[in-house]
């Protein structure tokens, strides 16, 4: 086995052949399997979405991918012209579809604000949230707080309820969920498929919405580390300023890092030790190479693990109380 110091080595793609493969598959998903004429993706302005569109671009045309930009009122100000850069450059279709309006009338954000004011009952509308995790160099227990910053620039954190934690996430979950109704509503009226972007570092661990960001008709990336995805931004030219950006949810109104939300640690530590764990490697040989605690990596490789297990049911089909024969080669 190849030593931990060789991480880099590990994950490095052949970016040309990797490109060569993702295209033919998605030629072939859309236009014969699925019987579709394009795709549909909800481009963020993010790594991997705009890596998406462009692998999209490349293998179905310019005229055959669409990009859906869906800002609401919380979304960070780069999103839109991050996106438009993107669009502009592969010269592709891009549709803004500002959501606000339909979070409002579902309630996104006053069901989440009820929910914060259980356990910070100052804040208000125009405070601005987010909520985080402690870090696992910190502490072993995943439990989250929220974080309020009222306009005049005052902090306050509280720890969540189990309630206010499940009523925060189940409110906020109407953006991802509202943007695949978009998605879909465009590929059906187009005859397109929707194209999925989770990385296989969000697509293991569940960070993504059943119903929202989770639903899809083929996840081109799922398989690639987020490391990989950068070499193929690279790659396929998606312009520097969005390679430069760090990862972010763009889901909270305060500016929140993936690590803070839902990961141990900054997206390349994560690939090395999944990719370590899924390969056998202790977490000494882990800690050698990433200059990170051994007892840390092994709290990774637990969170890996609980991660796989609470969203193993975001993964799930629909259950039948009986198999439906004729259709079930199908499924």
């Known amino acids: 086995m190849k030593t931990p110091a060789s991480f880099p080595e590990l994950l490095k793609l052949d970016a040309e052949r990797a490109v060569d493969q993702i ?13 579709r004429k394009g795709a549909v993706v ?7 979405s705009s890596v998406v569109t462009a692998l999209s671009a490349r293998s179905l045309g310019k005229e055959r991918t669409v990009a859906l930009l869906m800002p609401e009122r919380e979304s960070s100000d780069d999103s839109l012209s991050l996106a438009r850069l993107l669009t502009n450059q592969l010269g592709i279709l891009a549709i803004v579809e500002d959501i606000t309006p339909i979070l409002e009338a579902s309630g996104c954000y006053r069901r989440r604000d009820e929910m914060i004011r259980s356990v910070i009952p100052e804040y208000r ?15 072993t227990y995943r439990i989250f707080s929220i974080v309020v910053r009222s306009p005049d620039g005052r902090e306050i954190r509280a720890r969540l309820t189990p309630k206010a934690y499940l009523g925060v996430v189940a409110a906020t979950n109407f953006k991802q969920r509202v943007r695949k109704m978009m998605e879909y509503y465009h590929a059906d009226r187009l005859n397109y498929a929707v194209m999925g972007t989770p990385n296989r570092l969000e697509y293991d661990q569940g960070f993504f919405v059943k119903g929202g960001d989770g639903a899809a008709d083929v996840k081109p990336i799922a398989h690639l580390y987020k490391t990989q995805v950068y070499q193929l931004a690279e790659y396929l030219g998606v312009p520097e300023e ?13 500016s929140q890092s993936q690590e803070e939300f839902y990961f141990s640690l900054p997206y390349d530590k994560m690939d090395a030790c999944l990719y370590a764990k899924n390969h056998g490697m202790s977490p000494d040989e882990v800690s050698r190479s990433l200059g990170v605690p051994a007892e840390q990596v092994n709290n990774v490789y637990n969170d890996i693990d609980a991660k796989r297990k609470s969203t193993r049911y975001q993964h799930m089909k629909p259950l039948l109380v009986e198999a439906v024969p004729e259709i079930a080669h199908q499924e």
């Open 42 to 48: 909800g481009l963020s302005g993010g790594i991997d």
């Open 23 to 35: 295209t033919s598959a998605i030629r072939t998903q859309v236009m014969q399997d699925l019987r």
């Open 125 to 139: 509308p125009d405070y601005k949230c987010k909520i985080v995790l402690p870090d696992l160099s910190e502490s």
């Open 242 to 254: 969005i390679r430069r950006r760090p990862p972010t949810t763009d889901t909270y109104s305060l």
